[in-house]
């Protein structure tokens, strides 16, 4: 697909329609989805009739912004009002909400067309898009490879041009790392700029909606879109959003950027290091003054995440008992069995285990040993952040320790699998933004990104960093070739 500034030309010039737009999506989400199984569900019917709404507006002469006719992926995790939304859970197989949620109303209201929801972790809780209970999604670079997860659905669709832009939630690295293992830029937010009104909760503390693109000014433009106070979420920031393409500049004078020094060493892919070593002495040849930053708690985000993303996990997910919504088991002998057998029948090993985790971690005489160690540690992750923040303007490093894996290379091992997201989990913790820019492959063909973490709402400075790098370099230009 085409650069949101491109479409946006040809229809402001007619010469393209949105419905021909929408159709070429359409048409390649037919093409390349029996390889990539990207989608749940492909909404052709209502992207048609929304795309058939623009041509409307912009044959009565209306001006039209730059999402007006784009057609987008939504996470399956966001609720869409009278559109299917599972969370790719069997408990939630054939929900339909009664509501909108507030970033997917903002971008209705600006125009764009929903192609579908797409394939995730069940509930979010994955870093591979293999606890899905309906399909498994593939990497566009290398069908035998993960696409990253939670939000691999998301990734791959954009990665493979079956829609320009679309949406995922990071609770610990769901945005970021898919960006990384799919070649495209991933971005998360700060925490509370952009509403969770209607994102299905996974851990309220830490989840973060954000945008995928092709190019870090396609995800600036929809971040400035869904960003903003929504009185709804009563975590939601009362701050002004600015027009985020306008701090996209080619070059880096001046800015401060900090290399994060433990998350270079063991664990590391000795290729990744070598590719984001070489991205490094680009920002510097970019006029950026590189400075090597320690973040000495930065290891123990993995250990804190997995007590305090579980233990809200347990919380949010108790809502699911077969009363109110979502599948319910028939012929229970009495109440609590139907509980019992529902949330069995219905939920998927993921799922259950970190509820058991979290339950664990909550239950008397565990807290305090760990919920609340665990959010001790959170407040040291941050300190260190900030400590650093005061030295320079943004921090880098690898997204993810490795490239995309097989496959089923690490269903069985749930350890390895948490460990994917080594580079990501603390900028959740601290609330900061974080975005993932495409720097290079692998020997194998693989994509590897760069990790750029601003201070909390310093979006502007990570997405100019991005920016200068994506434009100083090629990658952001290589299409994986599906047949």
């Given at each position: 697909?085409?650069?949101?500034?491109?479409?946006?030309?040809?229809?402001?010039?007619?010469?393209?329609?949105?419905?021909?737009?929408?159709?070429?999506?359409?048409?390649?989400?037919?093409?390349?989805?029996?390889?990539?199984?990207?989608?749940?569900?492909?909404?052709?019917?209502?992207?048609?009739?929304?795309?058939?709404?623009?041509?409307?507006?912009?044959?009565?002469?209306?001006?039209?912004?730059?999402?007006?006719?784009?057609?987008?992926?939504?996470?399956?995790?966001?609720?869409?009002?009278?559109?299917?939304?599972?969370?790719?859970?069997?408990?939630?197989?054939?929900?339909?909400?009664?509501?909108?949620?507030?970033?997917?109303?903002?971008?209705?209201?600006?125009?764009?067309?929903?192609?579908?929801?797409?394939?995730?972790?069940?509930?979010?809780?994955?870093?591979?898009?293999?606890?899905?209970?309906?399909?498994?999604?593939?990497?566009?670079?290398?069908?035998?490879?993960?696409?990253?997860?939670?939000?691999?659905?998301?990734?791959?669709?954009?990665?493979?041009?079956?829609?320009?832009?679309?949406?995922?939630?990071?609770?610990?690295?769901?945005?970021?790392?898919?960006?990384?293992?799919?070649?495209?830029?991933?971005?998360?937010?700060?925490?509370?700029?952009?509403?969770?009104?209607?994102?299905?909760?996974?851990?309220?503390?830490?989840?973060?909606?954000?945008?995928?693109?092709?190019?870090?000014?396609?995800?600036?433009?929809?971040?400035?879109?869904?960003?903003?106070?929504?009185?709804?979420?009563?975590?939601?920031?009362?701050?002004?959003?600015?027009?985020?393409?306008?701090?996209?500049?080619?070059?880096?004078?001046?800015?401060?950027?900090?290399?994060?020094?433990?998350?270079?060493?063991?664990?590391?892919?000795?290729?990744?290091?070598?590719?984001?070593?070489?991205?490094?002495?680009?920002?510097?040849?970019?006029?950026?003054?590189?400075?090597?930053?320690?973040?000495?708690?930065?290891?123990?985000?993995?250990?804190?995440?997995?007590?305090?993303?579980?233990?809200?996990?347990?919380?949010?997910?108790?809502?699911?008992?077969?009363?109110?919504?979502?599948?319910?088991?028939?012929?229970?002998?009495?109440?609590?069995?139907?509980?019992?057998?529902?949330?069995?029948?219905?939920?998927?090993?993921?799922?259950?285990?970190?509820?058991?985790?979290?339950?664990?971690?909550?239950?008397?005489?565990?807290?305090?040993?760990?919920?609340?160690?665990?959010q001790k540690v959170r407040t040291l992750i941050k300190q260190d952040f900030e400590q650093a923040f005061e030295q320079v303007d943004v921090l880098v490093s690898p997204t993810a320790p490795t490239t995309a894996f097989e496959l089923g290379g690490k269903t069985t091992d749930p350890l390895s699998m948490y460990l994917v997201d080594l580079m990501t989990i603390p900028v959740n913790l601290a609330g900061l933004p974080g975005l993932s820019v495409p720097c290079g492959f692998d020997s194998q063909g693989l994509p590897i990104g760069l990790q750029i973490i601003g201070n909390v709402l310093r979006e502007d400075q990570v997405l100019q960093v991005a920016y200068a790098y994506e434009?100083?370099?090629?990658?952001?230009?290589?299409?994986?070739?599906?047949?």
């Amino acid at each position: 697909m085409a650069s949101i500034r491109t479409l946006h030309q040809q229809l402001v010039k007619k010469e393209r329609s949105a419905i021909e737009i929408t159709q070429e999506a359409l048409e390649r989400i037919q093409a390349v989805e029996p390889q990539l199984h990207s989608f749940l569900q492909v909404t052709a019917d209502h992207a048609l009739a929304q795309a058939k709404q623009v041509d409307d507006r912009i044959a009565a002469g209306e001006d039209i912004g730059w999402l007006t006719g784009i057609p987008i992926g939504i996470k399956d995790n966001l609720c869409t009002q009278g559109i299917r939304t599972t969370c790719a859970s069997r408990i939630l197989e054939n929900f339909v909400p009664p509501y909108e949620s507030t970033v997917t109303a903002k971008l209705a209201e600006a125009g764009m067309v929903m192609v579908g929801k797409t394939n995730m972790d069940e509930f979010a809780m994955g870093g591979s898009t293999e606890t899905s209970a309906f399909q498994l999604t593939a990497n566009p670079w290398n069908t035998s490879r993960v696409p990253g997860g939670s939000s691999g659905g998301s990734a791959a669709a954009v990665a493979a041009g079956e829609c320009t832009v679309s949406l995922g939630s990071d609770t610990g690295g769901s945005i970021r790392q898919p960006a990384s293992f799919c070649g495209i830029v991933g971005m998360k937010p700060t925490y509370g700029l952009v509403s969770r009104y209607g994102l299905v909760a996974f851990a309220s503390s830490l989840d973060q909606i954000g945008p995928f693109a092709r190019s870090v000014e396609d995800a600036a433009i929809l971040l400035g879109a869904i960003a903003g106070y929504d009185p709804k979420d009563s975590t939601s920031l009362k701050v002004a959003v600015p027009d985020y393409t306008r701090f996209l500049t080619p070059d880096l004078k001046g800015k401060k950027v900090g290399v994060i020094r433990e998350t270079f060493g063991e664990g590391l892919d000795p290729e990744v290091e070598k590719v984001v070593q070489q991205a490094i002495a680009q920002l510097k040849a970019l006029g950026a003054e590189i400075r090597e930053i320690s973040c000495p708690r930065f290891r123990y985000g993995i250990a804190a995440y997995y007590i305090i993303a579980p233990s809200e996990a347990s919380a949010n997910l108790a809502r699911y008992d077969g009363v109110k919504y979502g599948a319910r088991v028939a012929n229970a002998d009495n109440l609590l069995e139907m509980y019992k057998r529902t949330r069995a029948e219905g939920f998927g090993a993921e799922v259950k285990r970190r509820i058991m985790i979290g339950t664990y971690v909550l239950s008397a005489g565990y807290y305090d040993a760990y919920y609340l160690k665990a959010q001790k540690v959170r407040t040291l992750i941050k300190q260190d952040f900030e400590q650093a923040f005061e030295q320079v303007d943004v921090l880098v490093s690898p997204t993810a320790p490795t490239t995309a894996f097989e496959l089923g290379g690490k269903t069985t091992d749930p350890l390895s699998m948490y460990l994917v997201d080594l580079m990501t989990i603390p900028v959740n913790l601290a609330g900061l933004p974080g975005l993932s820019v495409p720097c290079g492959f692998d020997s194998q063909g693989l994509p590897i990104g760069l990790q750029i973490i601003g201070n909390v709402l310093r979006e502007d400075q990570v997405l100019q960093v991005a920016y200068a790098y994506e434009q100083a370099t090629e990658w952001h230009k290589q299409d994986p070739q599906l047949t």
